[in-house]
Each structure stands twice: as C-alpha cells, then as structure tokens.
C-alpha cells in the first residue's frame, strides 16, 4: 500500500458519496412528488438504456443494510443529498414523512460513528416548480430557501457539515444548454439565467443557515475541471482560459468576488447572451469551505467554427469507462490552486471512476479502481503536506446505482448492485478501502 490512512490528519474525514434520486427509488411512497429526473428518465430517448430511477438501489427500504456496510468497510463519513419532493412534494408545502426518512438516516449513520455530510440539492428539483420555469424562475431561489430553512431545522442539531449545491455548472449548463440532463433544454441563454439562479439559491440558503444552525459549517460543491490548452498555440491558451473561466471561474470568482469573469462574460455578451450583475450581494454571501468534484482534466483546442471559438480535444491517458481521462495530476494541481485563490478550507466531495465491472462467483475484481483511488489520493496527500487546508475526501460512489443519462450502464461503486435482486457484493476495491482505512 503505497499510502496508509495514518498518513493523514487524525480529523481528516475519509468517506462515500451518494445522490438521492440516483440510490433511494420509492419515487412514489410516504407522499414524494415527481422530480424533473422522474420527468426526464420517462421521457423516451433521454436515457440511452430507456431506464429510470423508480426503484434503483431501493436505498429508501434497504438504508440500514448501507450503513451496515459502510461501517464494515471502515467509513468515516458519508455525503448523500436529500431530495427536495420528499420534502416538499410541490416544492413549498411540508411533508414530515418525507423527513422522517432522512431523520432515521442521520440516526443510524452517528449510532455508527459516521458523520454525515447533507447536500440539500443534487438536481431532482420538484416538477411543480419546473411547471413555473425552474431555475429560470426569480421565484425558484426563495422556496429553495425555504425548503433549506426546514431541512436545517430538523437536522441542524445532529449534521454539522452542509452543502447548498451540487455541481450548479451541471445543473445550468448540461441541463439548459447541452439538454443531456434535466429538465433536457437546449438554450445558452436559459443556461446562463439558470446558473444565476442557482447561485441566489446558495446565497439565500447560507444566510438561512447562519440563523438556524450555530455549530456547523456550509459549503458549495462545484465540479472542478483542470482544463488545459491542447497546444501551445497563443489561440489554444487563450480558448483554454475562457473554458477556465465557464467552468471553474463562474462559480468559484462569483460566490466569492461578487463578479463574473470578466473575459468569460464579454464571450457570451459578444454572441449576444445576457449576464445578469443583480443580486451580487446575496450570491456572495460569506460561508465555509468549497466542495471539490474532480474526475478529469479538459483540454481545449481554438475553433473558428464554434460560436465561442473553442473544441474538446480527447487526451492521450487511458480512460475510464465513462470517457474520462484519467489524470490525478490534476487534483493536485486544482486543490492548489482553489486554496492559493480562495483560503477556504476544501474537501474533495466527489472522486471515483466508472470500470468495467463483472461479477463473477459472487466477486468483482476491479484493480483499476483501487489504482486509480491510489493515486488520487497520493495527489491529495501531496497537497496537504503542501499547504492546502483539505480536511476530507469522499469516494464516488458507496455503491453503484442510476448514472444520469446512462441509467445503470457505468457502474462507479464500491460495492456492486445486482439490480434484480438488489444484493450488494463488495468489490476488490470496497476490500482495499476497508484495509486502507486499518492503516
């Protein structure tokens, strides 16, 4: 083992990561709405298997067995996100057996001896409120607030570490624009107005937070992109910085500086896509540390063809299964600098890879995921000892479950799901974790 878990701070939290719609199923009990995932995934077309999250992981009735087995393999802390129509079926109005669910979650997780970390949005938005717009709604930012009002107050006295969002660039863009996810629209325009909205949402949802909850810590999770010229060419450098700034800078800069990119910003005004500059005061608001999804790096090439003048360059490094180059340098090089610019405490809240798993006799031998946890966490290991203030890392993911648009085709698990019978194997990689965790 080429690095031990004693090699870490005593605090630093090691643990899994989790999304509601992608794990809980139970879509219609103890009174849940319908989500926009419920929406999209029963869209035909829209998930390339034609599956849905209906039941998934049946994580909603099969809880306890998780946390069984993430006490077995050593976990210290476990990230999963509430979803908001368990809450507030319409979006605004109370639903107590919604909670109760995720108040015998956070029970069983501290009669555990797992802290839990809760992300209050990981994009299953109500439908109701998607009927008024979602997030391209001035209105959809004041119930997310008030459904995070709710949430701190039921948990507030047991969960001390927080999220508003995650991944809001997602959200907006792959959501809005690239229409890959839900609710699966196609407009730069309608991007743009959604991420602002999002971005009022954690405003609005930390200034909640510093009046509910008096010991915790809140955050926001961004995905976290080292994004790389492909050349040295003066055109390739200069595309690369304004992808740069698309992706890290506008909402990482924002929530911290109360501006937008500038050069970002002049880039889509120059093809005619508006940036709203109100509400700054809110989208700043102080909070506590950053979360850091890190999966690849990007590399970006000059195209005078495309609208913003930029291209995707496919990577020379082996791939995982999702696509995605692998590249732990990057990590590194991101916890860098998130620190260096921003000197907020971090914690990587994402990391992980989709392999080609196979269950055989009851086994999964996945060697490529424990290389690549491996050398992830070296990479994260480094920077600590480096000087970056990263108190925690959460493995992507506990168990395998619904991929978004590939539905169960990517299997990112530590643990293997057979989804007819819904029995959990642990794979060689969960086996090298729970070792880690001992060293």
């Known amino acids: 083992m080429r690095v031990k878990r004693s090699d870490f701070p005593a605090d630093f939290i090691f643990g899994v990561a989790t999304a509601s719609y992608q794990i809980e199923g139970a879509v219609n009990e103890d009174g849940r709405g319908p989500s926009i995932w419920d929406d ?50 319409d979006g605004k109005t109370y639903n107590p057996k919604g909670m109760d669910f995720y108040q015998r979650l956070v029970d069983e997780l501290l009669a555990n001896d797992i802290k839990p970390m809760v992300t209050l949005y990981h994009w299953d938005l109500p439908s109701a409120l998607n009927g008024s717009k979602g997030w391209l709604s001035d209105d959809t930012p004041l119930y997310f607030r008030d459904y995070a009002a709710t949430v701190f107050e039921k948990l507030g006295d047991r969960v001390k570490l927080w999220i508003t969002l ?14 890959i996810h839900a ?25 909640e937070f510093r009046s509910v909850v008096k010991d915790g810590l809140i955050g926001l999770t961004n995905v976290v ?5 492909a050349t040295d060419k003066p055109e390739d450098i200069q595309a690369a910085a304004i992808v740069d700034q698309l992706v890290n800078g506008w909402f990482h800069d924002t929530v911290i500086k109360g501006v937008y990119p500038e050069e970002a910003r002049r880039t889509l005004e120059s093809i005619g896509i508006k940036v709203r500059d109100d509400d700054m005061d809110v989208i700043s608001t102080p909070f506590d540390f950053f979360g850091v999804n890190y999966y690849t790096r990007q590399l970006i090439a000059f195209d005078p063809e495309s609208p913003m003048k ?26 860098k600098r998130l620190w260096n610019s921003y000197r907020l405490p971090l914690y990587v809240t994402e990391n992980g890879m989709a392999g080609p798993d196979v269950l055989e006799n009851g086994e ?8 690549y946890l491996e050398t992830h966490f070296e990479k994260a290991l480094k920077a600590i000892k480096d000087g970056v203030d990263l108190r925690g890392y959460f493995v992507w993911t506990l168990m395998d479950n619904f991929e978004w648009a590939f539905g169960y085709s990517k299997r990112f698990g530590l643990v293997y799901v057979d989804y007819t019978t819904q029995k959990r194997y642990l794979k060689d ?8 965790m001992k060293s």
């Not at 809001?168 to 229409?179: D, E, I, N």
């Not at 730069?188 to 609005?204: S, Y």
């Not at 992109?225 to 010229?229: A, D, G, L, Q, Y």
């Not at 999964?364 to 290389?371: M, T």
């Open 40 to 89: 999209f995934s029963h869209t035909p077309g829209k998930i390339i298997t034609g599956e849905t999250g209906d039941v998934a992981c049946d994580h909603y009735h099969r809880y306890k067995e998780d946390v069984r087995i993430m006490k077995e393999i050593g976990v210290e802390g476990y990230r999963f996100s509430i979803a908001w129509p368990r809450i507030m079926p």
């Open 364 to 371: 999964v031998h996945d060697p490529y995921r424990i290389e």
């Open 429 to 436: 990689s969960a086996k090298w974790f729970s070792e880690f």
């Open 183 to 207: 609710p699966g629209h196609t407009d730069i325009q309608e991007a743009i107005t959604a991420a602002h909205n999002l971005l009022r949402a954690h405003g609005l949802a930390v200034k």
């Open 166 to 179: 995650n991944e809001p660039w997602c959200s907006a863009f792959l959501g809005y624009f690239m229409g």
């Open 310 to 335: 930029y291209k995707h360059v496919e990577g020379p490094l082996p791939k995982t299964e999702m696509g995605w180059e692998i590249y732990p340098q990057g990590l590194y090089d991101m916890l």
């Open 225 to 229: 992109s080292k994004v790389e010229p």
